[in-house]
């Protein structure tokens, strides 16, 4: 696996994060709760960061966009298995452009080169989920070709609801 990926454009880079990439992964994924509205639900710590995406058994994989060299977002993904596909799929849990950097074209590449990962790995594509109120990206999900999911919704089970189901 290349450390970089191929791009035709030369003010933008992409590369795959190393360890020493952690604070500034952490510092982005702060940046993203803020965007969220969310910054209560930030509790990670880079040390938890280090063990999923770098530890025995990473979980998750992270490309980091720069912008002449200048951090500029990152896009952190995982491997998931479709059992009516019988194959894998990446799912996007998080992708964040730094708002001096948006419409600039980071975005664009980065779903580039996942979908390039997809490909060179016979996954069978790839999925996310978006925030309702978050036109902006919304948009750019379709301009760049994606479809809205149907006969999903989304639902979690967290903190308390959790607790209490465990007993």
């Given at each position: ?27 982005m994924?702060?940046g ?11 509790i ?9 995406l770098?530890?025995?058994?990473p ?23 479709s ?13 964040f452009?730094?708002?001096?950097f ?29 925030l ?26 967290t903190g308390n ?7």
């Amino acid at each position: 696996m290349s450390s970089s990926f191929q791009l035709d454009d030369s003010r933008i880079s992409l590369r795959w994060a190393k360890p020493e990439d952690i604070p500034l992964i952490h510092s982005m994924i702060k940046g993203l709760a803020d965007y969220e509205q969310r910054p209560h639900d930030m509790i990670a710590k880079p040390e938890n960061l280090h063990d999923c995406l770098f530890g025995e058994s990473p979980l998750a994989e992270t490309i980091l966009a720069f912008n002449q060299s200048q951090p500029a977002g990152f896009a952190l993904f995982q491997t998931l298995y479709s059992t009516f596909l019988g194959k894998r799929y990446i799912y996007l849990e998080d992708i964040f452009i730094l708002p001096e950097f948006r419409g600039n074209g980071i975005g664009k590449h980065l779903f580039t080169s996942l979908a390039r990962v997809c490909l060179s790995r016979g996954y069978a594509g790839m999925e996310w989920s978006v925030l309702d109120w978050n036109d902006p990206a919304i948009s750019f999900y379709k301009a760049i070709g994606a479809t809205k999911a149907s006969g999903h919704l989304h639902y979690a089970l967290t903190g308390n609801a959790l607790r209490r189901l465990s007993k």
